[in-house]
Nanobody, 120 residues
């Protein structure tokens, strides 16, 4: 069974930093693009950052310049370094692995989520 296990969430003061980790197992990590999403109460889940298996990154405007996504293929792990955190970054953060097999066929795997709370 595919596993994506997030860690590193917690409570931090505004201006602080956290690094989220997502350890992947039981699928071929190198064949998948990796992303981080977040969902705050009452809001839809939104894409925070993505990193393709080819190394292309995409970061949401709301976190650009503060969050950095990276991956370590040797450890089958993807990271999200979050700096200069703001209260509006408070959310549950989810790790996602995805792959498009065709324009109409995409496979997604999700982690269980990790809570990030930023106090003002």
């Amino acid at each position: 069974q595919v596993q994506l296990v997030e860690s590193g969430g917690g409570l931090v003061q505004a201006g602080g930093s956290l690094r989220l980790s997502c350890a992947a197992s039981r699928f071929t990590f190198s064949n998948y693009d990796m992303s981080w999403y977040r969902q705050a109460p009452g809001n839809q889940r939104e894409l925070v950052a993505s990193l393709t298996r080819g190394g292309t990154t995409n970061t949401a405007d709301s976190v650009k310049g503060r969050f950095i996504i990276s991956r370590d293929s040797a450890k089958n792990t993807v990271y999200l370094q979050m700096n200069s955190l703001k209260p509006e970054d408070t959310a549950v953060y989810y790790c996602n692995a995805n792959r498009e097999f065709s324009p109409l066929a995409r496979r997604d795997y999700w982690g269980q989520g990790t809570q990030v709370t930023v106090s003002s």
